[in-house]
């Protein structure tokens, strides 16, 4: 069945250094992927899209890559901030439009 | 703020009743997707609309259905509830079925 992982339920980071979060997925061809932020009680927040032809994006502080052979993509947030903190939401649309998001990874910027 | 409005905020009712979540979108926005984000399960996907058709379907139940109206505003009907129906259920729009999501800030659902 479709999968998708995302690398751990909680990640913490000292403020300044880069955090890298991962998100993994199989038997499964994603046209593309997204990746959304999402605080306690409201509704993920749209961050970055990456097209499966795309290897790499980038907006500010945020870059997404998306490997189709390692079946993978990674977020990067560069200079981080206890602002940062909050759970982030990685999601794939198949060539049906059907959407499969994970489960979020939350993490700690530390101060 | 998002642009997508969704009523009710909350919503508290009994087993075996049914339910209507509305949801406005984004001026400009085709597409509305609907969700049901519970602590175990994350944020499933349960149906998308594209001007007025239904698009995609995901893990909706058969006790629930959805459309989209001339106006392009969406319900999302839940009937015969159960306790497992508690959760939050978000609405989002987008242009199109391949642009990013722009989610409302929820309608939390209790089933008592």
């Known amino acids: 069945s479709q999968k998708i992982e995302q690398n751990s339920e909680a990640l913490n980071i000292q403020e300044g250094k880069t955090a890298t979060l991962t998100c993994n997925y199989t038997?499964?061809?994603?046209?593309?992927l997204q990746w959304y932020r999402q605080d306690p009680g409201r509704g993920p927040v749209f961050l970055l899209l990456?097209?499966?032809?795309?290897k790499e994006k980038r907006k500010e502080r945020l870059k997404v890559t998306f490997d189709t052979t390692l079946k993978q993509s990674l977020f990067h947030i560069t200079a981080s901030q206890p602002a940062d903190s909050a759970t982030y939401l990685c999601?794939?649309?198949?060539?049906?439009?059907?959407?499969?998001f994970g489960k979020g990874t939350r993490l700690h910027i530390l101060p | 703020d998002s642009g997508v409005t969704q009523t009710p905020k909350h919503l508290i009712t009994a087993t075996g009743q049914r339910v209507t979540l509305r949801c406005s979108p984004r001026?400009?926005?085709?597409?509305v997707y609907w969700y049901q984000q519970s602590l175990d399960q994350g944020l499933q996907f349960l149906i998308q609309?594209?001007?007025?058709?239904?698009?995609a379907k995901g893990n909706i139940l058969e006790r629930f259905s959805a459309q989209q109206f001339p106006d392009l505003h969406s319900e999302l009907n839940l009937s015969s509830l159960e306790l497992g129906d508690s959760a939050l259920y978000f609405c989002?729009?987008?242009?199109?079925?391949?642009?990013?999501?722009?989610f409302g800030p929820g309608t939390r659902l209790t089933v008592l």
């Open positions: 038997n499964y061809s994603p046209a593309y």
């Open positions: 990456i097209r499966e032809n795309e």
């Open positions: 989002a729009s987008s242009v199109g079925p391949e642009y990013e999501q722009f």
């Open positions: 609309y594209y001007n007025g058709e239904e698009r």
């Open positions: 999601a794939f649309m198949n060539r049906d439009d059907k959407i499969i």
């Open positions: 001026s400009g926005d085709l597409s």
